[in-house]
């Protein structure tokens, strides 16, 4: 089995920032991991979200909602490179 999670996108709700944004992730092989994400906004602001392995279970596409009211400037799957994905190049979104 691989890995190879993948941001396959950013939307904000509504297109306005304010309302916050979904971060689109997908699971792109059989391999299933935790999800560890970070989120930099625009005033260099960090979050980290960790979700379990069973965010998989039923479906290789999962939607995070960020909660942040300001635009995102990055968004970074396994920011401290500890899983092994096969491919590290679709793992980061910058605006």
Not at 9 to 24: E, F, H, Q, R
Not at 28 to 40: N, R, S, T, W
Not at 64 to 70: I, K, N, Q, R, V
Request: no cysteine; glycine share 6%; aromatic share 8%.
């Amino acid at each position: 089995y691989r890995l190879d999670q993948a941001i396959t996108g950013v939307a904000y709700v509504n297109n306005d920032p304010s309302k916050g944004a979904d971060i689109y992730i997908r699971n792109l092989e059989e391999a299933a991991m935790p999800l560890v994400v970070e989120i930099v906004t625009a005033s260099g602001k960090k979050e980290r979200r960790e979700l379990p392995v069973e965010i998989w279970e039923y479906d290789p596409q999962y939607v995070l909602a960020s909660g942040t009211t300001e635009p995102i400037q990055r968004v970074v799957i396994d920011p401290d490179n500890v899983y092994p994905d096969v491919n590290r190049g679709n793992n980061k979104w910058e605006r």
